[in-house]
Every structure is written in C-alpha cells, then in structure tokens.
C-alpha cells in the first residue's frame, strides 16, 4: 500500500486500519473510519452469497454513508467488504460503477476516491469521502459523523460549524515533515525560475537563505516543519505527481514518457515544461518587413494549462496529473472535480477559488504561476490570438478535470488583421473573443455574447458598444445590422471592409473562416431572434435584398419560417421563426 500524504489524517488512519485487517486485527470503528459489509450478500441464515460488480441497494445504502462522512470534519472513509465481527468477505462491486452510482445518487456533489485491496483471498474497497463544500441532504435527511457513528443534524447547526472552521486549506495546514527532507534540486529550480523573472521582489526573495526562502513563501511553521504545500513543492514523493506522454499523432506510439517518482513536483515540473517546449515546434510567420516566430501552441497557455492541472487538483487522490501531448494538441487530466462553484460554464469570470489556495500562492510567489484568477484568461488570450481554439474544460464524473489545447499553425491572416485593427483587438479578452465569434457566426448580438464570454447581459451590451467603436485603417470594423426593428436589441456583423480584408487571399486568409451559406445564416439569426428579413440577411452577408427571398421562402418550404403577414408585402414585412 502506497504512504499517505503527510498532513492527511484519513489517509494515515485508513492505511492503519487496512494493514491491521492484513494483519488479521479489526481495529474499532473510529469517525474517521468505517467499515461496512456489502448488502444482500447474506441469506436469513447467514450464508454468504457471491457477489455481483453492480448491486443497487449497496449503492443506495453506501449513499447515506457517504452523504454522513461528506457532512464531516475532512470528510472519512469506508471500508467495503468487512463483516461486523470483523469477517473480511470481501465484495465484487466494480469500482468504477460504484464511483459513478454514488456521484449520481448524490446529486452530483460528492466526488469519492475508490481504490481496490486485497486482504488475504479478499479484495476489498476503500472509500476515501472528501469533505463536502455544501450540506449534503440524502433521502430528506441530514446526518454527519459523531465519533463512530452517523447523527441527525440541522443544516444551520453544519453552517455555524463551518464558520468555526472558516479559512482551513489542505495545502496551509503542518505535514509533520521536518525542513530537513527538502530536495536541494528543488530549491535550485525555485531560485532559477525567481531569477528567470526579472522581478525586483522575486530576486530579492531568491537571494534568500534556504529556510527563510520557505518561511518567505509560507510553507513552513513557526515550529519548523512544512506545510502541506512545502512537502508537495520541495519533498520527494513515493509516486509521481505528473505523468506526461508525447505522441506525434493519436493512436502513435509514444516518443517520451515522464513518469518519475522520487522527485519533488517543482523537479517534475521543470522536466516537464523542458520537454513540452522541445515537442513544441516554431513556425514561422511573415509579418510584413521581418519573419515573426511562433510555437505550435503558445508556450504560455501550455505552461498554464499544466500548472492549473497541480494547483486545483485533488491532492488526497494519488492518481497523477496525466498530461498527453499528442501532434499540436495538449490535454491535462487532474484528480478532483471543479471546485468552489466553478464550471465550464463561468470558468472565465468566475471569482478566484482554488482547491488548495497557499499552493497557488506559493507557485506565484515563485512565478511559476500566474496570479490567482487570470491564469484561465492568459489561456484564452494566448490561443485566440493565434487563431487557435479556445481551450476546452470538461468535468467526468466529477472526478477530474480535461483541459484541451488545441493548437495547429499560427495563423496569419488573422494576426494580422487584430495587428491591423490595433491593441485593443488583442489585448482585450472580451472584444477579442466577440471578434472571433462574429468572424466565425456572421453576427453577434448581447444575447449571443452573455453565454459565449460568460458576463452579464449589460457587459455584454458594453462589449457591443465597443465593437461599434473600432476601426480598421478609418472603417468600422463592425456594423449594426440593418432592419432590426426600432427599439430591439442591437445586432452587429462584420463591416464590408474589416471582412474583405479578413478573407484576403493575399493577406493569408484563416483557414477557420468559411462563413456559412445565406440560408444556414438566416436559419440561426432567425432561431435566435425569432424573425429574420430581407433587409437583415443583406445586411449581415453583404447582398442585396432583392436577392435574399430565396433563401428565406426555401426555408419556409422547410418549415422553419413563415410570412409575417399573408401578402408578404408592406414594410415591416418580415418571417417568423417557427421551428
């Protein structure tokens, strides 16, 4: 069995009381542990039946279990396949449809950390219960963990609790390892990157004696001893951290694999990041009187990326951060769900929350990481600029993380057309992401923009303002789309110059721009808006009216328009969106 990690009380005592069952010992029930006998697996007369990988009432019954230990003080764990006497009889439950059962049982709110032992000729499963951020309600009922056993409580009795215990960070709190064990190969790589950075304050801090480096970063106590974070940062581990595989292609064989224990994070980071940057080609781009040169994907993001998957990850599960580099994409895996109410869908704007706050402070400290909170919007910004994606953020199950960088060549034309419409193009996340989506879409409105750059619906109307407001070589960049009615929401598309010179062959048009046929464009405006006419289809693909009919009766052949009015004529006259 692999060692906790220092400073984990759950895991110390699962692991005591794991080697005590090898041992053929039943330690007493403690609130940190617990061990339960699978249900059903007992005729009347106590026969001990086989036992299935999926059993519905052992997840239902388990659920409140967890629900009991999620509600406690760092969370528990259980220990299934363990009789009240202290039988192992083992069970046969597949780890992976119990993880997903009890995840969905749950609500989707408690993300446990399953692992398979064998005791003996048994195996068992240890469920490690991580403290919940929220109250846990199961069956209408609210329990948590009293010494040995579960109690009913009050949701405002867990709230005035938590309050006591307001501020606590697995990452802040004392390991119990000496200052001693610290690596001096990761001492010199946090004064190289301190020293790489230039900064007044970091070189200060670099200069710095060893312990009063740590002290300075916070990863020691008063008393001597680090911190959670210290022990992550500069201690050697049992088993690696980061685990990275370079592919030239999906499905290849791999040209590299970094998977080493022994080493303390910051040493696997930087063995890492050097191989990353060496997979990671310079393509070069003429920028008019001189050649610019630029990695596949933007060393940045992928240093972001990889940096996100350590700093807001599940540090109790052991599993690594798996980091796979396969042609120009990079994808990093972590432990853990999101954290603190994030989501896919507010990532970008979403108040600063880590997992494991002094270990973000610590990284920035040493400029390895970007302040809390701007690292996802460097991300961004890095890949747009380019002409890449946007970075992809998926949560499975709840129980890791997937960032996606999908990257390929810079591409030219649209640097240069951000280059030519001036800085705020490309130095506002915002006004650069609604000039992406109205290059990709044709138009954009508040509405479309609210969800795309995740803001409120007025900044969203501030990011349209600012799109009227930018000019390319003294032409809008953008228009208001002509034939909205008067006193509905603004409408913008492309102006005909910042578009002609967007797709100009000779400039290197994107290779991401095919703007839609007339017909594809009209259905989405109209789904969107609820009506469409002539004069806005124009308007948005630069026609002419006269010409846009076609387009509009074809679809209402189709059944997604109908005429506002029966004689289809008159002004004002226009279709209405009807699915």
């Not at 791999?254 to 310079?282: H, Q």
């Not at 951060?321 to 396969?326: A, L, N, R």
């Not at 034939?483 to 409408?491: A, D, E, I, K, Y």
Request: aromatic letters at 6%; a negative charge; glycine letters at 8%.
């Amino acid at each position: 069995m692999t060692m906790p990690t220092p400073g984990d009380p759950v895991g110390h005592a699962l692991h005591d009381a794991l080697q005590t069952l090898l041992d053929g010992r039943l330690l007493p029930e403690r609130a940190a542990v617990d061990y339960k006998e699978e249900p059903g697996r007992r005729t009347k007369n106590g026969r001990i039946l086989d036992g299935d990988t999926e059993n519905e009432e052992a997840a239902r019954f388990l659920a409140a279990e967890v629900a009991c230990m999620a509600n406690s003080d760092d969370g528990g764990a259980i220990i299934l396949g363990v009789a009240d006497d202290g039988q192992v009889i083992g069970t046969q439950l597949s780890r992976e449809w119990l993880h997903l059962r009890l995840y969905q049982l749950l609500g989707r709110k408690v993300n446990c950390i399953i692992t398979e032992h064998q005791i003996h000729d048994a195996r068992v499963l240890a469920i490690r219960v991580p403290e919940s951020a929220e109250p846990i309600v199961y069956k209408n009922k609210f329990t948590w963990r009293i010494k040995d056993h579960c109690e009913p409580a009050t949701i405002t009795d867990w709230y005035r609790h938590k309050q006591i215990r307001a501020g606590k960070d697995w990452s802040a709190l004392p390991s119990g390892v000496s200052a001693a064990q610290v690596r001096s190969a990761a001492l010199e790589l946090a004064r190289k990157y301190l020293f790489e950075s230039g900064d007044e304050r970091a070189l200060d801090l670099a200069h710095a004696p060893d312990l009063d480096l740590l002290r300075r970063l916070n990863v020691m106590t008063a008393e001597g001893d680090l911190r959670n974070a210290g022990v992550v940062l500069f201690v050697a581990r049992d088993v690696p951290a980061l685990d990275y595989v370079r592919r030239p292609f999906f499905g290849a064989d791999s040209e590299e694999r970094i998977n080493e224990p022994g080493k303390s994070l910051l040493e696997e980071l930087d063995t890492v990041f050097t191989t990353a940057r060496a997979y990671n080609p310079e393509k070069h781009v003429d920028r008019g009187l001189q050649i610019a040169r630029y990695r596949s994907l933007p060393q940045i993001a992928v240093r972001e990326a990889i940096v996100n998957g350590v700093i807001h990850r599940e540090w109790l599960d052991p599993a690594p951060t798996f980091i796979e580099h396969v042609g120009d994409t990079l994808r990093v895996t972590s432990p853990g769900g999101f954290f603190g109410g994030v989501t896919p869908e507010n990532i970008i704007n979403h108040p600063p929350h880590s997992r494991n706050p002094l270990l973000s402070e610590a990284l920035a400290k040493l400029r390895i990481a970007e302040r809390q909170g701007i690292g996802v919007d460097r991300m961004y910004g890095e890949m747009l600029r380019l002409g890449h994606r946007a970075p992809e953020f998926t949560e499975h199950d709840g129980a890791s993380v997937l960032v996606v960088l999908a990257g390929e060549n810079p591409d030219e034309g649209w640097m240069r057309w951000l280059s030519d419409i001036g800085e705020k193009a490309s130095g506002d996340l915002r006004i650069l992401m609604a000039l992406r989506r109205i290059a990709t879409l044709g138009w954009t409105d508040a509405d479309d923009l609210e969800p795309y750059l995740q803001v409120t619906h007025s900044e969203a109307e501030q990011v349209i303002d600012a799109l009227l407001s930018l000019d390319l070589k003294g032409k809008p960049v953008v228009q208001e789309v002509q034939g909205v009615p008067v006193g509905s929401p603004t409408v913008v598309s492309l102006g005909a110059d910042a578009y002609s010179a967007l797709v100009n062959p000779s400039a290197g048009a994107p290779a991401w721009i095919r703007r839609a046929e007339p017909a594809a464009i009209a259905k989405r405006y109209a789904e969107h808006r609820g009506r469409i006419s002539t004069t806005e289809l124009a308007s948005i693909v630069g026609g002419y009216s006269s010409n846009m009919g076609v387009y509009l009766t074809a679809l209402e052949d189709d059944g997604v328009l109908k005429p506002s009015r029966p004689s289809r004529r008159g002004p004002g006259f226009h279709y209405v969106y009807c699915g």
